[in-house]
């Protein structure tokens, strides 16, 4: 018989409760922690879909460039749409200047903007997002040169060509 004055049921602890505290603690814990890391994760996020976003820009700019320049003949000509960057027919073979079209690295859902010359034909690409971009000072991105912006959809990746 017991002598302590404490009455033990069969299977109870005297310390019921206690796993459930150290739970608690360490949900409140990890929430603090997500709290902190979590934005950081965001902007890492942001940060990439920019980086991106320049080098598929710039991707554009240069098939672009390389279509016109390939034109045969002298008459040079941008295509007229962006499939033609795709299968490039003008020749005897299929000429490639991109392998694909890109979706915009920043909303995939929504389509390139396309920037046209006076002659409906296609001189480059931006993104129709309306968001503030992390770099907004003037970007050098080599085939394009970006200046500073406010929003993403001022980007403007447009074909350089030297004649």
């Not at 690409?125 to 000072?137: G, K, N």
């Not at 200046?147 to 004649?163: H, I, L, N």
Request: hydrophobic share 40%; aromatic share 8%; charged share 25%.
């Amino acid at each position: 018989m017991l002598t302590t004055g404490h009455r033990m049921r069969a299977g109870r602890s005297p310390q019921r409760g206690f796993t459930y505290v150290w739970v608690l603690a360490a949900i409140a814990m990890l929430s603090l922690g997500l709290a902190v890391v979590g934005p950081r994760w965001a902007d890492q996020a942001r940060r990439e879909r920019e980086q991106e976003l320049l080098r598929i820009g710039s991707l554009y700019a240069k098939a672009i460039s390389a279509y016109y320049l390939a034109s045969p003949g002298s008459q040079k000509l941008y295509p007229s749409k962006l499939d033609d960057l795709l299968a490039d027919s003008r020749m005897v073979g299929t000429v490639r200047h991109l392998r694909k079209l890109y979706p915009d690295p920043l909303d995939p859902s929504r389509p390139w903007g396309v920037v046209l010359g006076a002659d409906g034909r296609v001189r480059g690409v931006y993104s129709q997002s309306p968001d503030e971009p992390l770099r907004i000072e003037m970007l050098d991105v080599g085939e394009v040169q970006l200046p500073a912006a406010r929003r993403y959809s001022d980007w403007k990746f447009v074909a350089k060509v030297q004649p």
